[in-house]
Structure formats: structure tokens, C-alpha cells
């Protein structure tokens, strides 16, 4: 089956199939050009006194034959058929046949014969594979050589003069695939450039119309010729149609107008439309030279603010870092000294108490002090493949090996077929046993024992997987609930506030998220949700 499709394609070389059909329409209608030809020196009067004919019947019969043929031939080429290396090859063939009949009974006129079958070799070596072309080459010297033995009185010198054209068709083949080759080579490299070329222009526009800020072309005319998604949005989403910029936005116009007399910006934020945010508008030329053609940028001042919000944050953090480091030293000898006192027998009971509330305050201080250090010092999440509810039968065994639970009860609920998850190990454990330490300490009633699960699951048949940690307790207000996930807020007198605030925090490390969920009939839910191998975080297939 492939043999039957391949195209008139130089091995190893890439071509345009525009190029290939231009090519062969040439030669299409060089063919009926060679076909008028004979036919003009078979049935004119030039067959009678100049040019006699050798065998008349077969040498018209030939002439009219050959022009039905090619009249074909460019029809079917017209029409965008097809064309196979094995047709052209046929083609050529039968060229070289009628050029040799053509000779044969037209003796009078075989130079121009051969003469014109020039042009068919070097359509061969163009079109066709270097081994075609030669063949080609060599089929047209043999039928001129054999041209020569039959009709030629003198013979010796009707083969020189085969022999000559003989080398003519082969120096044609050579020089035609030497100039195809250079042509496919060019046409090739011109193409390539063009794709990446098209590629380029496909990724900036696709960068353009992701952009947070905004950017308009305009013309000197004020007519917007190009908007990406944001300014389209900021400008309070206009229609299609509407192209104007002193209708779709008329403070936007005057300061255009104004920075094109004037070249000075308004540097001052302006909301372009109802309910949009503000933004600084910022103007620049297309093109040096060309003042028929602004950008228009539009800076919105809540990204400008939300940036320069993440920069404190940062600089707040390696300070709050810096702090914890210099506050660690005097705290140990504080605490140091205060079990130094409580081993003494000099002190009295009620002395012992204040060493003792000096100690638990150390020791929520130090608590305090590691979940800043560890917050600045959390490395890159390393995430692998987990089964999670392997991994939350495994945790439940190391939790309980580790902590005296008591009567209270923590059990894994897992799954009836293998949950896949991808998350960083080490970052999921200290996320879950900070879950599972506050359901044992908070979630509980009163006077009864605390009773947490280990939940792994899916959300649905192809949903994304979830692990879930789960008490029985009180649950949590709504309105604490809004504020659990903030740094340093904690409804507990010994709490630090920062346990889930760093548990967030590593679950949008390993593109997770955390949540609370309330639970029908009372009780807490902290629900994590993962990527599944093989997925992005927005639950579609990689």
C-alpha cells in the first residue's frame, strides 16, 4: 500500500508538494508543446517537400497518439490528481519511445528530436531519484544511437552525433540534480524557517493573551487592532464589534491622545470600567520610526500590590528567622537555669510553681521557634508515587509505636482497590501527624476518649485521591473555622497557631490542597486533597 502512495519525492530530501505539482505541470505542458511539434512535421506540407517522411501511417499515427496522451496527462494534472513516482516514470518513458519513433520516420528533423528531448532527461534527473535520471539519460543515447544504425546513410557520423547528444543528456542529468538537489535543499530550509517562524508567532501570541497585564494595539485612527484576555477584561469586556477605544474606554483615549502631543504618561491608576480594578496605563511606539501604530500596556495596581506583598512576606520571614536564631540562645539558659532552681531543696512549693510556669512557657516559646525555623528552612518537595492506603496503615503503626494514645482510638479507613497519590513522604507525614496530634487533643467530647481515623480514598471513580483525618469531636465554629489556616491563630492557651498554617504550607508545595470540612452529626474533617500519578493538578491527563 505504500508503494502506491508515495509521492515524486528525491530520497532523503524534504519538498513542498506545490513545488513538485508547479514542476510537473511544466513538463505537462512541455509534452504537448513535443506533441505539436510532431504532429506539425507529420501532417504539414513540410512532410511533403522539405521533411519527407519515412513511414508515413506509423509516423502520424504516433504524432496524434502522443498528442491525446499528453492532452491527458495535463488534464488529469489540472484536475490535482495524484501523481505517483511510478506514473511520471511511465510518462518519461514514453517520451523517450516517441522521440525515437519521431527519428526514426521524421529523419530529416531527428537533430531537433534529440535537441528536444533534452529537456525530458533533465526532468527525469529533476523529478525522479539520481538513479532514474541517469536511466533515463542512458535510454535517451541508446534510442538516438539506435536512431542512428537504422535510418543514418552515414553512419560513423550519426554516431558522433548520438554520441554527442549522449553526453549532452548526461551532463543535463548531472547539472539538473546538482540544481534540484541545491532548490529541495533551499525549499526545505525556507519551510523550516517558516514553521518556526509560525511556531514563534503561535507562543507569543499565546504569551500575549495570557499576560497579567494588559496590551492593546491601536492606531492613529484609535481603532484597536489587537487585546489580550486581560485588557479585555480590564476595559469591562466589550463586544467583538466594538473596536473604538474612545467608546470602549474613554479615559483610556484621552490619555493616549494626550501622551501622543504631549510623549509624558499619566502615571496615576484609573479604573477603565465598572467594577474593574485599577490599572496605570503605560504607552510606547510599534516601531521607532512609525507613529501609526501604540502599544498600550495596563498595569493592574492590585498585582503591583499583591507583588510587593509577597516581597515583605519574604523579607519578613528571613527576618523572623534571624529573630528565632538570636531569641534560641538566651531562651535555653533561661530554661536551663530554671531546672537548676527546681532541683534545688531550698525552694519553697510556692516557688516551684513559678519555675514550673517558667518551664511550659519555654517550652511553647521553643515550640514557636522551630515551626519559624522549620517554615524558613523547608526544602523542595521531592514528591514519589504512594499507595496511600498502604502508607496510612503504616503511619497509624509508627504513630502509635511513638505516642501513648491511651483509650483513644486511631484507625486507617481504607479504600476497597489501590489509591495512587504523588507526594513528598517526609512533607505528608509531619502534615498528617500534625492533623492526627490535633484530632487527639481537640477532637474530642467531654469526658470521653478522642476517636480519630485515617481516611484514604478516592473523591470519584476518576476523581483525584484524597486522605482524609477525621475525629469525632465538638467540630469547629464557622467562623474559627475561616481563620484555622492563618499563621499564628490558635484558640488554645498553650498553642503556637502555626501547626496548620506550615501544614497549608507543604500541601501547596506538593500541589495539594487542605481544607476543613465540617462533618453531619458533629465532628472535624481535614481533607487533603493530591495529584494522581500521571495527572496535572488540575486533574487532567499529562
Known sequence: MASTTQTILNP???????????????????????????????????????????????????????????????????????????????????????????????PAAHTGIAAMLVINVGAAALLLSPRLGTLFAALATLAMITQALLVGDDVGHALVE????????????????????????????????????????????????????????????????????????????????????????????????????????????????????EVIPRFTRLSAHDDSFALIFLDDTSLVSQRAEQLTLTTLGRLSASIAHEIRNPLAAIRYSAQLLAESDKIPASDQRMIEIINNHCGRVNEIIENILQLSRRERSRPESLDLNNWAVRFVDEYKEANDIGQDSLRPLLYPRPVEALADPQHLQQVV?????????????????????????LASDNGPPLLEVIDRGPGIPPKVAAQIFEPFFTTHQYGTGLGLYLAKQMCDANQASLEYVPVAGGGSCFRITLTAPGRSPMGLEA
Not at 506545490?18 to 504532429?39: C, G, K, N, P, T
Not at 501511417?57 to 499528453?70: D, G, I, P
Not at 488534464?75 to 511520471?88: E, K, P, Q, V
Open 433 to 457: 501527624w500534625n492533623l492526627v496530634q490535633n484530632g487527639l487533643r481537640y477532637g474530642r467530647l467531654p469526658d470521653e476518649p478522642a476517636r480519630v481515623m485515617v481516611v484514604a480514598r
Open 12 to 106: 532523503g530530501k524534504a519538498s513542498s508538494a506545490d513545488h513538485i505539482r508547479r514542476e510537473l505541470r511544466v513538463l505537462d505542458v512541455y509534452r504537448v508543446f513535443q506533441a505539436l511539434v510532431y504532429v506539425v512535421l507529420s501532417l504539414s506540407s513540410l512532410a511533403f517537400t522539405w521533411m519527407p517522411l519515412r513511414d508515413p501511417v506509423v509516423a502520424r499515427s504516433t504524432a496524434l497518439v502522443y498528442l491525446l496522451f499528453a492532452l491527458i496527462v495535463l488534464a488529469r494534472d489540472l484536475r490535482g490528481s495524484r501523481t505517483l513516482i511510478a506514473n511520471t516514470a511511465s510518462c518519461l518513458s514514453v517520451d523517450v519511445i516517441v522521440a525515437f519513433l519521431a527519428a526514426v520516420t521524421i
Open 162 to 277: 548520438a554520441g554527442l547528444f549522449g553526453v549532452a543528456y548526461f551532463a543535463t542529468a548531472a547539472l539538473c540534480y546538482a540544481l534540484g538537489s541545491q532548490m529541495r535543499a533551499s525549499e526545505a530550509l525556507a519551510e523550516q524557517r517558516g514553521s518556526d517562524l509560525a511556531n514563534l508567532a503561535q507562543v507569543n501570541d499565546l504569551i500575549i493573551r495570557r499576560m497579567k497585564t494588559g496590551v492593546l494595539l491601536v492606531d492613529d485612527a484609535n481603532r484597536i487592532h489587537q487585546i489580550n484576555e486581560s485588557a479585555w477584561m480590564l476595559v469591562g469586556n466589550p463586544g467583538i464589534e466594538q473596536r473604538d477605544l474612545g467608546t470602549v474606554a474613554p479615559e483610556l483615549s484621552r490619555r493616549l491622545y494626550h501622551w501622543r502631543t504631549t510623549h509624558e504618561h499619566d502615571t496615576s491608576a484609573v479604573a477603565l470600567a465598572e467594577g474593574a480594578p
